[in-house]
């Protein structure tokens, strides 16, 4: 079970994939015959990465369908597999389906297969929708999914919504589950750092369900020294910020989702789209993703004729061996290559071009000096004027909230009349986007007498009243490099991941608790964070000259588990991280996000 | 008898190893989420052990699961919880010896389960642990839904609740809230409910996910959580189809939730300026069949239907007026009537009623904008249905003596913008770039609007000749631009320089040494 620790720098998490298939051949071969099988739109994806269609049409499996609402499925086999999140909506149209087979004296047989764990809600729904007898409902277990390397991640995009949103704890249990599930690969992690409410809830959890009955765990065997657990609402800066690493640009213009990329005519030069899984397995991507993006052409040109120099070799081939040799070694390799080559070619042209369009340059120039906190004035002007231009929302939204984030609140006067011009803009019914992205603490409205206006009893209880205050932890962590001239090319600062203006808080953060082994000395830059934190150390690095060295020795690997999402400019950015320090990062997140789909996740969508 | 005691401990302890290495196995072999408040109870608590004994520990869990003990030397057997006095008491001294153990009905994995005496008088004697194991192995095959039924008193209920809460586990949580609503009444269930944020979160979002939104009010209510009352309110008020209906729900929620809301002030502003603008929309665009309006029978969507008229031929709505945002309704009304009034006035019958309720309308929505906007949106219009001379009507203002000048709230710079957005020729562009005060302005801005005329004007007008010739290399050779750009070199060179220069040189595409060392 345990990872070949020797050969891999990580612990090998393809067992996490195996295990899975293992689980879902063994629930499709219970079913005895050909059946027709309902996949969950949100599972469609993660099942690709973890399974694939052939091992589904390897277990009985006729027809594949996806679940969407208002769907009608009257036709097909008399066995049907529903495998669904346990969400309230598939679950209703499941009720739906099953109800109008009824009503047509239809008699089928249904399964459904709750992923990664079956609710009450759910069951209830069932029973309530008068199907609970005609389904049989198991459960199994998927957690994180190895979408690279060093990064895993649990696909739960509504995760942060109903965590922070909603304050809805249902899913912690997934990403607890997660986390013993890893230990159970690579042994039980010495070290814990929780950062945010939430952080310390899982890792309670995690003990939780764990049991005291648990022998004591052997630290010698760890793979992984250390865990970080972060909340996102400890830094909403990072993900509202415009990425320009290659990942990063790639995910804000086209949307990466799960790994995969589409590429649409405009970057493929042909009629149809193009597909393209993004993983270190990619040469040329491998070496382009943690680039900032004004050095990533040059290399590709670059690539590009050493590339027509290795296709050149066919003319040189002197005898027939040579030749074979060459096709059924090199050729096949070279073509991949270079239809990779092409579709990256394409990507930056057209992010160059989308961005030339959308006046980016002056977008990017106001988010910086938001970060610096200069020129205020100026940028709110910026900023207004977007709003009358109806430039698109989420943009709009996104350099309001870094406003409001990076200035500790808005001032009220300005509050006031950017909120009415927008909603002017975009419509009254954003009111209640504005009201959900209050109560996250993302766009809020300073108030005069300083003190914090809404009583205690009026506010959503539990929530912590103190917000993240970016001004100080800046000056603190020197979030905002004073140097001007950061080298893109050869990063030796982490805030080469937003062009030398800003290093993401939350890498800097868990660099500051891995170095500190914990929060003691920190204790002037905890207090201006969002939530609590907490540390259990078992076990000091003894490379450390101060420390005894005895006891166990504490890996350099360290897991970074995001609750609520990260962003590929802050992979990049631990990558860094490691690089210099020598750590090995495994990123686990509960879904990537960018500052688009972050803020998309809590705008209300009513019509 | 006492040597006894450990022998339970290990019946105990083999019931807990299954229980803990459960949460290992596969998935559907077993049914770990809502084993979960199985699991509660089940839970050894080694703190409670150590602070009053092995043997009073094993009581406590053993009631817990609704069991019964009889202690040493005691007569009754115990079967309430809450009559372990010593127990329960925290300056309780150890000591206590557990005789006896009654297990019939308890939910040790089994919650529940029918009311079969699964467990006779556990009479130590009666069974070795391993088959103890054995039997609970059967039961859990065996095992129907887990229901929390067998709690019955409050206490236990609340317990469970606490429990659920202090794990985390929102499907625990949502599964005994909603237990208790169902078991206790609503004065009881409220006032818990109030005690425990955790509880009312996932409380309030289990009726949201319901929609149960009757219900939802009524909490938020008693928890004096107005503002996400008044939200709520709003949102299914503006999630209507019908506008009438809308409207009304609207004024509804505004009398109801954001008028007497001192902290919804700015909002409630908002929530009346939703309900004109939307009253403002209708008359516009009125639906046959909506009788209040029927008498606005040209109302646009009618007249689109109908291909009335020529303007809604020409350029096709893209969609409905109502619901759009405010800015949007004020440039569909300038780029629909307003521009109609001007151009086709006589093509265009307006009945004087209509006309005259139609400028209202619009000019009232005027109301809500800024002078910004406003001039943005006409602008925008006008050049859309290329009225030149309408945007420069908009840009020219009375001076002060009776002569006419020309003027922009907004800058030309931005004028500018909106223009080239809207595809407006070059010449119209030059003419108000050149209306751009500052230079270094006017050069960046034609420069992105790539009005290469206006930018080597500029350059020439700051003496900048090196831009000039840089800004030429890029312009294509055949185009007229380079040409303009060329001869104002030549001519930048005559004026500026004044240094003998052949006209050799400056045919040939240049190199910028050159041009320096000809200056």
Redo the contacts between chains.
Sequence with gaps: MAASMTSSPHPDFQYLKQKFC??LE??LSKIKGKKDIFIDHELMKPLDRMAGAALLKNNGVDKIFKLVSNQMATDGLEQRVYLTRPR?DSVKVITEHVNADKGQNHKRKYHIIFV??????CE?MLEYEGIHGDVTI????MHLIPLDRDILSLELPFFFRTLFL????????TVA?SI?GVQ?LANTIPNVYCIGRRAR??F??VN???????PDPDYTKSEIGSLVIIDRDVDYVTPLCSQVTYEGLLDDSFGIKCGFIEFGPEVTGKDQTAKLLLTSDDQIFEEVRNRHFSNVLGYLSEKAKSLQQDFDKRHTLQSVGDMKNFVSKELRGLKQQKTNLAYHIGACEQILMKKNKDDFEEYLQTEHSFLEGSSLRENITFVE?LV???HSMIPTLKLFSLLSLTQDGVSSRDY?SL???F???????Q??TF?NLNKLGMLTEQDQSGQI??PI??M???VNLRRSSYRNLCKKLNLVPKTEDIDLKRPTNMAYVFSGAYSPLSCKLIEQVLNKEGFSGLEDITKYLTGDVYSRVEVRDHSRPKSAAAGPKLSKTVMVYFLGGCTYSEITALRFLGRIKGYRFIISTTSIINGSTLLNSVV?K?? | MRRLIPKLFHYKNSVLRRTTPLLFQPAGTCRHLMKYLNFIPNAPDPSRTSKVGPDAACAEWILKLGGAVRFEGDKEWIRNYNFLPSVMNPDYKPGLVLDEIDGSGTSVMWVGFLNLSIVPTMKREDKTPREMTEEIEMLRRLLLPFNLECYKSLDEKLSLLNRAIAVHDGNAIIATVLFLKRTVKASIFNLELQKRPAAINHYVNFLNMRQNYAELENVLGMLNRHEDAAMLKYKQAVVINDVGSKISALKTCYRAHFQSEPSLVNDAHMVQEHISILERQRPIEVVFGDSEFRSFNDADSAAEREGRTPMFKQHPRAASILNMPVITTLYYCCYYHTGLQELNEKQFVWTALSARSRLKQWNGVEELLTAKVRLILKIRSRSRLKQWNGVEELLTAKGWFGGTKSRAVIGFDRVCEVLNKTGAPRDVLTKYLNLIDSSDRRLQVAKKLKCHNVVVDTCVALKDRAQIIDYARKLPITSPDYAYAQNAIKSSVSDFCKLHLTTHTLKMPYKESEIYYCI
């Design positions: 293992q689980d063994q629930h309230m990664p764990r079956r609710l009450h809600l209830m198991s459960e199994i277990e909603d304050q809805d704890e249902t899913w912690l249990h589950r013993i159970s809830m899982t309670d959890l939780m369900m764990l049991g005291d009955a648990r004027e009358q231009k109806q006031k909120k009415t011009q909603l002017h803009s975009h419509g009254f019914e009111m209640l009201n206006s809404t009893g009026k959503p209880s539990g209300e009513s019509r």
